[in-house]
């Protein structure tokens, strides 16, 4: 399967807020953060995939699961899911 990156910035840019503007919005309003903070994300990020790939009549459960765990994690900068050790931890 391929991925079509245009298709992933529209369902990046879903209702002109955006994802990661709408997630950030959704966890401050329920104050969350750690593990819930990621899956107040992936839950928006799946639904913004449903939304759009709908519009464009493409859904298919395939393209569901990858288009979600890609705008999720696009949405979070894969950077976030590698913690680095900073320079307390070599002390």
Do not use: H
């Not at 401050?28 to 750690?34: N, T």
């Not at 990621?38 to 395939?62: K, P, R």
């Amino acid at each position: 399967m391929n991925i079509d990156q245009t298709l992933v910035l529209a369902i990046l840019g879903v209702a002109g807020v955006g994802v990661a503007g709408l997630t950030e919005m959704i966890k401050r309003f329920l104050k969350a953060s750690g593990f819930a903070a990621y899956a107040v994300s992936f839950v928006v990020s799946a639904a913004a995939t449903v939304f759009v790939l709908l519009q464009g009549a493409m859904f298919t459960w395939g393209a569901l699961v990858v288009y979600t765990i890609v705008v999720f994690c696009e949405a979070n900068g894969l950077y976030k899911l590698i913690k680095k050790p900073n320079a307390e931890s070599f002390r």
